[in-house]
């Protein structure tokens, strides 16, 4: 018997994808030019076209005399990808998304089958940017200052600056102090949101009436309460693959292969990356690279392939039978992931917000494409600020981000919320169906700097398998200590006038089930209901970190350049030292804006002229 989620995927999703090829083609979009004959050589191979591989393959097919091949694993973007509201489809079981399973965790997702949930990443032309909630947010100053006194110059602030202005096309006002830090013209557009319903507007009082400016989140100050930033163009996802790849098939140098997933790296007798091995149409081939390999595969994809080459910690290796090129210890270490603490909910009473009509927006959207659906469903209004002891800490560095999101987790009375959150579904109606028919929204909170730290390992040396991957959340306390403190700051923003007195907000105070010997409101029993309920938030990064040489985790050079071997890169999340603050498509794209750079640097025409 299907599931609420399968049937969706194998039954619903089909017509929606027929109504909506007209609004598609409508709006200019048309299907991906795909090579159809792959040559033996290239000057680059980059593999996987996500928020990094796209913009990395585009700029170096400038160069008009390089031959740039870009390999993924999935598909040409489906309809759906292309309509905001309906990112929320990425969350159904299907074949769009890498359904990556984390192990059973030691300390939190104890509401969770198996203490367990889905690591979804997208599978498709554009990757994740193709499949995820388009909210284009940075991060902050000190983040990449960070980087850079992490021994990896050329990544403070200042200096990739530039690099996140040459790839914007900001749609918002000019304001005097934020325009400095946006860019215009570029080829990814960045809409802030038109949407601004009563409960946003009551949100971003709550914050004024605790002492919080209203902000623009990719501006000068990065404390206070802001609207969102999306990557859409006129109610249309503006993913890597369409801002960054469709211009850029016009060239004959560029050649796209989708449907062909990588095993591994080639390297010659001295340890040069020389090609790639691939699965194409259910035949293993091989392709060289006269001048380097590229991984933009991502944070769970990237190490994999560099173990399956031979590069990674020499034991683990051994274990899998992998013949050791390069023994990196390094290599699946340093995970890291934005983790949230989910369910916090608020009733209001009836009449207060406007009730959701899914079906009535979708038929806007596809006779006008105007209305909800232009963006994602729900909002993601946030508060970025700094709580807890901040002693040791900058206070104008935020270290949570916190959101308003109607409707409620309860809305659907469990009907499919359980199953796309891997939520037990048991306990899931135990604790919200006092709350079934009613209105309300919820507030979020996710740590913006984890100290967990966590790993990804081989299952085996079979590159068809998935790897082993343990986040290992809330192993270090002062997570669980923060994400505390974010709840009692979003129930102090839940007891403000604005929310609690105008539109009669009320938090919904039933013990937890789990969680029923502590003491309610305790900090005891909110650490808590942190196991219990935390989630991630799939920002996961760290897996080949960049580091100088004295750093033994080190994975890659502040070039990008793979250590103990040559010709190889990695280009993606999986470079980051430590986790920005805020969501990861922005930082990803700027890694490969600049990334482009060094390596026409190092070949010695970034200043030439011949360029498309």
Not at 261 to 290: C, E, I, P, S, Y
Request: net charge positive; glycine share 10%; with cysteine.
């Amino acid at each position: 018997m299907l599931s609420v989620g399968r049937w969706l995927s194998v039954l619903v999703m089909p017509l929606v994808r027929v109504l909506l090829v007209g609004v598609v083609r409508q709006a200019g979009y048309r299907s991906f030019h795909f090579t159809t004959t792959i040559s033996p050589y290239y000057d680059f191979i980059v593999v996987g076209s996500g928020s990094g591989g796209s913009v990395v393959a585009a700029r170096l097919s400038e160069v008009n005399n390089w031959r740039v091949l870009l390999l993924e694993a999935g598909g040409p973007p489906t309809l759906e990808s292309y309509v905001p509201a309906l990112s929320l489809a990425f969350y159904l079981p299907n074949d769009l998304g890498w359904q990556y399973h984390i192990t059973p965790q030691r300390h939190s997702h104890k509401n969770f089958v198996g203490r367990s949930e889905r690591l979804l990443q997208g599978r498709m032309l554009g990757g994740s940017s193709s499949t995820s909630g388009m909210v284009y947010k940075r991060g902050s100053r000190q983040d990449y200052d960070r980087w850079a006194a992490l021994g990896n110059p050329g990544w403070d602030y200042l200096s990739v600056l530039p690099y996140f202005k040459k790839s914007e096309d900001y749609r918002g006002p000019q304001d005097g102090d934020s325009e400095i830090f946006h860019g215009r013209g570029g080829p990814l557009t960045v809409t802030p949101t038109k949407k601004l319903s009563t409960l946003t507007k009551a949100f971003l009082r709550a914050g004024q009436q605790l002492g919080y400016n209203t902000i623009d989140a990719n501006g000068k100050h990065q404390i206070g309460f802001a609207t969102a930033d999306y990557t859409i163009l006129d109610g249309i996802r503006r993913s890597t693959a369409e801002a960054f790849l469709r211009p850029a098939t016009t060239r004959p140098n560029l050649h796209i292969v989708h449907s062909a997933t990588v095993h591994k790296v080639v390297m010659d007798q001295n340890k040069r990356a020389v090609g790639v091995q691939f699965m194409h149409k259910g035949k293993l081939m091989k392709v060289m690279a006269l001048r380097e390999v590229v991984l933009s595969a991502g944070t769970l994809a990237s190490p994999k392939i560099l173990m399956l080459s031979g590069v990674g910690p020499k034991q683990h290796l051994k274990e899998h039978r992998v013949p050791v090129l390069a023994d990196l210890p390094g290599v699946g270490q340093n995970l890291q992931d934005h983790l949230n603490v989910a369910g916090l909910t608020w009733t209001v009473p009836p009449g207060i917000l406007k009730e959701p009509d899914p079906m009535a927006y979708f038929a806007q959207y596809l006779h006008t494409r105007t209305g909800p659906f232009t963006e994602p469903l729900g909002g993601k209004t946030s508060a970025w600020v700094a709580v807890g002891d901040l002693s040791k800490e900058d206070p104008d560095w935020p270290n949570l981000q916190c959101h308003i999101i109607t409707p409620a987790m309860f809305y659907d009375r469990g009907f499919l919320n359980p199953e796309l959150t891997n939520m037990d579904p048991r306990k899931f109606t135990d604790y919200y169906r006092p709350l079934y028919g009613k209105q309300g929204f919820t507030m979020e909170c996710h740590i913006m700097r984890p100290k967990s730290r966590g790993s990804l390992t081989l299952r085996s040396s079979d590159p068809q398998q998935l790897p082993v991957i343990d986040p290992n959340f809330l192993s270090h306390r002062d997570d669980l200590k923060t994400l505390v403190n974010g709840i009692k700051f979003v129930l102090a923003v839940g007891n403000t006038s604005a929310l609690a007195h105008d539109l009669g907000a009320k938090f919904y105070d039933k013990h937890l089930p789990g969680c029923e010997r502590e003491t309610y409101g305790s900090d005891t029993y909110w650490e808590c209901y942190v196991t219990h309920m935390a989630r991630s938030y799939l920002h996961p990064v760290g897996t080949c970190k960049m580091a100088p040489d004295s750093d033994p985790y080190g994975v890659v050079d502040y070039h990008l350049r793979v250590r103990g071997v040559s010709g190889l890169r990695v280009v993606d999340a999986s470079i980051m030292p430590a986790l920005v603050s805020g969501n990861t498509n922005a930082p990803v794209i700027m890694i490969a804006e600049k990334a482009a750079d060094l390596i026409k640097d190092d070949w010695g025409v970034l200043n030439q002229d011949n360029y498309y």
